[in-house]
């Protein structure tokens, strides 16, 4: 059964803090992305690798920045929480190529 | 870049009837067409989907629909039933974009008893 799973289901943070979210797939993709959601505009892109050590910014990268050092795990990182932050992020893998991949049951975060 | 329009964002049936969603995508080089269910509290999870050498795919009570010269998909789902209603989510990539997905905003279907 494939797997993507996520650090934290839901998560708490103040103002300013330094967050950290990470995904984990065990299905040997080569692409991984992050998305946050949120109602009415459905899932936005934020970032996303297709291999090891690389990242490209997707629609809405401002305020957040992503590692890959292994391609099992891509971390998003928010370098100073804001309140405009508070969503659900959506991790996701996939095979390299147009395909539908996997999604993690997502990451609730507050920021306040 | 490309653009998903994703209509109705709501969507109300009786148990048993069809039910249909519709999207619009901009970018005529787009040629995968995958469709998602989000159950309460999930991550979205792929149902179907289609590529552009195709005109229509069916599994089981699910079908999808693609019309590369008006630029929309369907999604058609029969005899719904109380278990199908969730978020339903369509998304376009193109070949240039690799795996790329761009969604639509979502349409929350409630399948009534």
């Known amino acids: 059964d494939v797997k993507v799973t996520q650090s934290s289901r839901y998560l708490v943070k103040r103002t300013g803090e330094k967050v950290f979210l990470e995904c984990v797939q065990d299905m040997d993709h080569e692409n991984m992305f992050w998305y946050r959601q949120d109602p009415g505009l459905g899932l936005r892109l934020i970032y996303f690798s297709y291999d090891v050590k690389m990242k490209e910014k997707g629609d809405i990268p401002e305020g957040y920045s992503v590692s890959r050092e292994k391609k099992e795990r891509f971390s998003l990182i928010l370098e100073s929480a804001s309140t405009n932050q508070t969503s659900m992020y959506l991790c996701?893998?996939?095979?390299?190529?147009?395909?539908?991949?996997?999604f993690g049951p997502g990451t609730r975060l507050t920021v306040l | 870049g490309e653009n998903v329009e994703q209509h109705p964002s709501t969507l109300s049936v009786q148990e048993g009837d069809s039910a249909v969603i519709k999207c619009t995508y901009s970018?005529?080089?787009?040629?995968?067409f995958p469709w998602y269910k989000q159950e309460l509290g999930k991550g979205p999870q792929l149902i179907i989907d289609?590529?552009?050498?195709?005109g229509e795919k069916k599994d089981q009570r699910i079908a999808v629909t693609l019309n590369k010269t008006a630029k929309h998909f369907s999604l058609h789902i029969t005899e719904t039933q109380p278990e199908d209603s969730a978020v339903y989510f369509c998304?376009?990539?193109?070949?240039?974009?690799?795996?790329?997905?761009?969604f639509g905003e979502g349409t929350q279907l409630t399948v009534n008893p």
């Open positions: 998304a376009a990539s193109t070949q240039t974009s690799g795996s790329r997905l761009t």
């Open positions: 970018d005529s080089a787009s040629n995968y």
């Open positions: 996701a893998s996939s095979f390299r190529g147009p395909s539908g991949g996997f």
């Open positions: 289609i590529r552009s050498n195709v």
